[in-house]
Structures are given as structure tokens and as C-alpha cells.
């Protein structure tokens, strides 16, 4: 497993753009794939958006389409989450994740085998 370090969480306005970070700490990251998901209050935990490392390939929830992007920076073994166009529906407590093995299924949280402490995004109307 893979610790991550999260931060860039907070209350932002409709509209407005927030940037979350996750550092794997500890060493360099050789896995798969790291990603976001996020879970509302009261609401199961759902995917965001993944990157795969060795290439950069992305992959997003259609609901987040145009407006999030994910990047990494390998150097820093940190994936970002670049969030604009921010909607009251986008509050929630977002996870950063990661796994070190394939898979093709970038969507299911059980594909992933490390994760962070959770980051509280809060967008208001």
C-alpha cells in the first residue's frame, strides 16, 4: 500500500474553482493508477476522476466532464484535481486513491487498494 497526503479542500461559492493535491508519500510511486472519488452526506462513495502513470491516460465521471481535470506530476508522485465551474452538488468529502496493480476498470473503488483521509469541499448556492 501507498500512503496519501491530500490538501486544497475548503468553502468555495457556485462557480468558483478549487485544486485538490495528493502526494504518495514515502517512495516513488510505481503503481497503476491513482484517482478521486468523493461521497456526499448520506450517499454512497462515487468516482470522480483516475489517471493512469505510465502514460497520463485520464478517465472521468460523465458528471464532472469539461469542468474537473486531473494531472499528475511524477517527480512529485502527486495527482491533482483541477475543479472549475464548481456546483453545490460537488460538495463532498473527496478521497484521493491509488492502486499498484492493473486493472481496466477505473471506476469501481474496490480496484484501488490505497487511500487517503478524505478532504472536505464545500461549494455554496
Known amino acids: 500500500q501507498v500512503q496519501l497526503v491530500e490538501s486544497g479542500g475548503g468553502l468555495v461559492q457556485a462557480g468558483g474553482s478549487l485544486r485538490l493535491s495528493c502526494a504518495a508519500s514515502?517512495?516513488?510511486?510505481?503503481?497503476?493508477?491513482m484517482g478521486w472519488f468523493r461521497q456526499a452526506p448520506g450517499k454512497e462513495r462515487d468516482f470522480v476522476a483516475a489517471?493512469?502513470?505510465?502514460?497520463?491516460?485520464?478517465y472521468y465521471a460523465d458528471s464532472v466532464k469539461g469542468r474537473f481535470t486531473i494531472s499528475r506530476n511524477d517527480a512529485k508522485n502527486t495527482v491533482y484535481l483541477e475543479m472549475n465551474s464548481l456546483e453545490p452538488t460537488d460538495t463532498a468529502v473527496y478521497y484521493c486513491a491509488a492502486r499498484t496493480w492493473y486493472s481496466a476498470n477505473y471506476y469501481s473503488e474496490s480496484n484501488y487498494n490505497s487511500w487517503g483521509q478524505g478532504t472536505q469541499v464545500t461549494v455554496s448556492s
Open positions: 489517471v493512469r502513470w505510465i502514460d497520463g491516460n485520464t
Open positions: 514515502g517512495r516513488t510511486f510505481y503503481g497503476d493508477a
